[in-house]
Every structure is written in C-alpha cells, then in structure tokens.
C-alpha cells in the first residue's frame, strides 16, 4: 500500500513521518518530487546541486517508483509537499495511493 501525505511548509509532517518510520512493516520516503522541483523551477535552495545529483528528476521515472507497490513492505509511507506538484506535473499516479 502506498501512502501520499501531502503536507504544506512548517506544519508537524516531518513528526507524523517520524511515527510512521518506526513502523517495522513500513518505508518511509521524504519529499519524493523535490529534486525534480529543484531541477525544474531552478530555485536556489540549500544543497540543491546535490539533491539534484543524487535523486532522480526525471517525473516519469519518480512517477513509476512512487506508484509501484512496495515489494519489502506492506507500507509505503511519503510525504509530499503541495508546491512540489508543478503545472505540467502528471497527477493520474495519485489514484494508486
């Protein structure tokens, strides 16, 4: 099962996240889109030539990986942040959560 918590800046997602990342039957993924919003908006964010060189950017791929029930877990817990979903960002994978 995939669990898609959207959350907005400063709120008590990351505590939330925590709870479930002590979960033995659970993954816990932390904003999953934000290296493809680095890449895309090109705002200068902290550590951002990182994240974007060690996480995918590519929506299709993050898409794929997101959607795809987990194999380890019966849970897969992300947490994602509303304004990492950009205007030409594909929405139809939300219907697998």
Request: with cysteine; proline share 6%.
């Amino acid at each position: 099962m995939n669990i898609y918590m959207w959350s907005g800046p400063r709120n008590l997602s990351t505590a939330l996240m925590r709870s479930f990342e002590n979960r033995e039957d659970t993954e816990v993924w932390d904003e999953p889109l934000y290296a493809y919003y680095l890449n895309e908006t090109k705002k200068n964010h902290p550590m951002k030539d990182e994240i974007i060189k060690n996480y995918p950017t590519d929506i299709n791929k993050i898409i794929k990986l997101m959607s795809t029930e987990p194999h380890n877990n019966k849970i897969c817990y992300q947490k994602h942040m509303t304004h990492h979903i950009l205007e030409q960002t594909p929405l139809h994978w939300i219907e697998n959560g």
